[in-house]
Structures are given as structure tokens and as C-alpha cells.
């Protein structure tokens, strides 16, 4: 408390620098006077007299002014008002957030006091030196059984989760925050609907997940400098906490809201627009958030990242999902289709795939995997004939096999798994090693009857 206090009169400054509002244009406001002491990303106050005060971030620097682009509406904002100087804002995190709901700029949004840390943390820190940062680690249990077998994950692992609108996406967040294996859960929620914040935090994570996990809040209706910036906060939070040696698991929701808020301010700061309307410079700031996740230098922990992509119409080709998926160690694909037929999470394994393999099995695991994903890829390609009834039992031995082992193998993507990797690997096998010679009938009627 005493650190966090030095910290807090440190950062007092006696005399504030400050310029005038000369132009208000396209959102983006003028000002003159600070041009000997701004510098890109600085934040400013501007005093609108009764409506308030309003903060802006500096986007141009020019010989005579600078342009700035503020953080809520500017109504009421008008020529020659005062504009004082902060500096460059960083976020200052400590381990009593845990539990807590905070802002990009770290205040907090649950009602009570939070205290900052001793120490401001950088927003857009370098990753860790590639040279120097450790290996990816361990698998880590996640309590469902297809993330323990079929797509596993380890420390320091970044993973995609690419998903359509209400296809369940943060409802496999939060089983992630309640239930994977780590120290300390840090959760982006980038432009989403304000009246959800409290159902989810409530209801969809609930007390058991929230007790380990600081959630960083930015709702659609905030602006797009403030949505951006959620997403280097919450990397910052994590960071600090893998400085301390703890592993962090990191869920950002999501990189393609993230994306349109960096397209807006790009947009206003003048970059042209390109690759499908985002600017050119969407790409290096995805790859250099990605970047920032997984393991830290030796002796340090580590952070192990998943973050949610938005594909319209299963647009995998999409740039942010393109983009993402590039620098990423794997990605999930959820299917609308498999979501209405009620299997949750509606994940498509054929179409994922967990670049930690084979690695981070043993060899008989690794066979298990391969054997369950050739049965659901031959049960895959013969469902138009399964389904139809032209398919005649007998044809394939392997289409036979994958027509009695679907229903189970369908079932097992979406159950939990509380007792770890090897409960999952177990029930994996029970369903492998099922007698061929039961759970016969028509391959016709299995066929319907699995669909």
C-alpha cells in the first residue's frame, strides 16, 4: 500500500503544459501550443466548461499543431478551450485486481476501490527477446475432454477460436476460466454488449472462474480508441503477472472487434484503406499482440493466450483471420451447423488442428488421435451417401467402423473431463476399443439415426 502510494505522488506533476483547441474537424480536434512536448500516443484533457472534461489520444504530429482524437463525443467542444498535457498513460496491475472488473485505463467498473500498482506497466510493450524466451511447455488440463485428447494445449501455447455470432464462443471462454489449469486468468472482452457484462460475469463465469481471473472491459459503445486498447491492457495485465513466474492463461474476445476498433482510428489518423477496408497496418498490430503472448524468458512464466475471431459465413480467408492465423500454435474452428443440432461446443475437429502435436503427446496417444480423426474424416466424406441411404453396409470396413463409433465420437468432443488428460484419454480409448461386432445395424439407419 505504501509503494502503491509513492507511485501515486510520484506521478504528480506541479506545472501542466497546456495548448488551445484551434480546429474541430471529422471528429478529429486541433490544438496549438503543445507541439514542443506531445508526442504520438499521448493523452490530453480538454476542458469543455460545464459539459465536462474530455480526454483525447495524440494521432498527427504537424509543425504548428497537433491532431487528437477523443475518447467519447465531442459536443461541446469549441475554439480556444484549455487542453492540458498527460503524458504517456500506462496501466499499473497488482495481484489485488485478481477478482476484479477494470477498464483499459485500469479504473475500476464493479463499484469498489481498487488500488494501482507501485509500478505503470507499458500498454505496447516489446515481446519477450526470441532468443531468450523459453519453449513451450507442458500440456495443461482444461477439464473438456476434447481439448485433453484431440486438440491439446500447453504453456505457452497461442490458440485461435474462430467462430461465427451466438455460435458459443464465450461460453467456451468461461469453461476455460473456470476450469483450465493455471495461476492466474486474464480476460479481454473487446466491444461487447454492455447489458452482457454482468450476466457473464455472474452466470457464464461465475464466482469459481472470477476468483482467479481480472476481466478488462471495453463495451461496443466506448470508443475506438478505448476498445483498441483493451486488448493492450489485458496483455499488459498478463504480463505482469508472467514477470512474477506465475502461468497466465489469456482470453481476448475478440481480435476481430479489436481489429475494426484499430481500422476507425487508423482511418481518422489518415491511413488509407486497403485489404478489405482495414489499413495496411492491421496486420503488424495483430502479429505483434500475438507476439507478446506465450512463453517469457527463461525463468519467468509463461502466458498461454486463445483468442476468438469472428467469421462471417465461416470466412476463414477473412484478413483478420488470415492475419491471425498465420502467428498463432493452432486454431479451433466452431461450426454453426454442429451448434443447432445441439452439441456444445460445437467445435468441427476436422477443421482444427493443435500445432503442439505430436510433441506433446507420447506415441500412443498420438495414435489414438490419429485414429479418431480418420474415423470422423471417413465418416465425414460418406455422410451425403450415409445420410441419403445410398450407402450399402459392407462397402468400407472403415466407413462401417466410423458409422458405429460416430455417435460416441460426436458425443465425446463435447464432454467434460474433470479428471484430467488421462481420464480423457481413457474414455477416448474405451470408445476406440468398442467390439467390433456390436452396435450394428443398417448403415443407413446408423446414419440417420446420428444425424
Known amino acids: 500500500m505504501f509503494e502503491t ?25 486541433s490544438v496549438t501550443g503543445l507541439t514542443h512536448v506531445a508526442r504520438l500516443g499521448d493523452r490530453l484533457r480538454i476542458d469543455r466548461g460545464s459539459a465536462g472534461p474530455l480526454e483525447a489520444e495524440v494521432l498527427k504530429l504537424g509543425t504548428d499543431s497537433i491532431a487528437a482524437l477523443p475518447e467519447g463525443a465531442a459536443e461541446g467542444v469549441a475554439l480556444g478551450q484549455d487542453c492540458v498535457h498527460l503524458g504517456a498513460r500506462g496501466i499499473a496491475p497488482q495481484d489485488g485486481w485478481i477478482g476484479r472488473i477494470v477498464d483499459p ?28 524466451r523459453g519453449r513451450l511447455g507442458r500440456r495443461r488440463a482444461t477439464g473438456m475432454a476434447v481439448f485433453d485428447t484431440l486438440l491439446p ?52 463465469l461465475g464466482p469459481e472462474g472470477l476468483a482467479r481471473t481480472v476481466i478488462v472491459a471495453a463495451p ?37 472487434r479489436f481489429a475494426e476498433a484499430h481500422r476507425e482510428v487508423a482511418l481518422a489518423a489518415g491511413e488509407p484503406a486497403s485489404l478489405r477496408g482495414h489499413p495496411p497496418s492491421i496486420a503488424h498490430e495483430i502479429m505483434a499482440l500475438a507476439e507478446r ?26 484478413p483478420v483471420a488470415d492475419i491471425l492465423r498465420g502467428v498463432l500454435d493452432g486454431h ?12 456444445f461446443p460445437a467445435i468441427d475437429v476436422l477443421r482444427s488442428v493443435s500445432r503442439s502435436l505430436p510433441g506433446a503427446a507420447t506415441p500412443e496417444e498420438n495414435a489414438r488421435i490419429a485414429e479418431a480423426r480418420r474415423l470422423l474424416g471417413a465418416y465425414d466424406r460418406a455422410e451425403l451417401m450415409i445420410q441419403s441411404g445410398l450407402y450399402e453396409a459392407g462397402s ?32 477416448l480409448a474405451r470408445i476406440l476399443d468398442a467390439p467390433s461386432a456390436q452396435g450394428g445395424g443398417s448403415a443407413g439407419g446408423a446414419g440417420r439415426q446420428a444425424g
Not at 483498441?228 to 481476448?252: H, I, P, S
Open 332 to 343: 479451433t474452428v466452431m461450426d454453426r451447423a454442429i451448434a443447432e443440432r445441439g452439441r
Open 105 to 132: 485505463h485500469g479504473r475500476p467498473l464493479d463499484g469498489r476501490p481498487l488500488f494501482p500498482g507501485p509500478q505503470p506497466r507499458p500498454l505496447r510493450a516489446p515481446p519477450p527477446d526470441p532468443v531468450q
Open 5 to 29: 502510494l509513492c507511485s501515486s505522488l510520484h506521478e504528480i506533476r506541479p506545472v501542466a503544459q497546456c495548448g488551445r483547441v484551434s480546429a474541430v474537424a471529422r471528429g478529429v480536434i
Open 293 to 318: 503472448a506465450g512463453p517469457g524468458a527463461e525463468g519467468a512464466g509463461a502466458i498461454t493466450a486463445l483468442f476468438t475471431v469472428l467469421v462471417a459465413g465461416s470466412d476463414m480467408e477473412e
Open 220 to 256: 461496443s459503445d466506448r470508443s475506438p480508441l478505448e476498445r483498441r486498447r483493451c486488448a493492450w491492457a489485458a496483455m499488459a495485465v498478463a504480463e505482469y503477472f508472467r514477470d512474477q513466474g506465475r502461468q497466465v492463461l489469456l482470453l481476448a474476445d475478440s481480435i476481430t
Open 153 to 204: 494445449l500447453v504453456t505457452g501455447q497461442r490458440m485461435g477460436l474462430f467462430a461465427g455470432s451466438g455460435v458459443g464462443k464465450s461460453l467456451l471462454l468461461a469453461r476455460f476460466a473456470r476450469a483450465m489449469e493455471a495461476d492466474v486468468v486474464v480476460m479481454a472482452l473487446i466491444g461487447e454488449r454492455g447489458r452482457e457484462l454482468r450476466e457473464f460475469v455472474e452466470d457464464t
Open 396 to 427: 468400407d470396413p472403415l466407413v462401417d467402423r466410423a458409422i458405429r463409433l460416430w455417435p460416441e465420437l460426436d458425443a465425446f468432443v463435447g464432454r467434460e473431463s474433470p479428471g484430467g488428460i488421462l481420464q480423457s484419454f481413457a474414455m
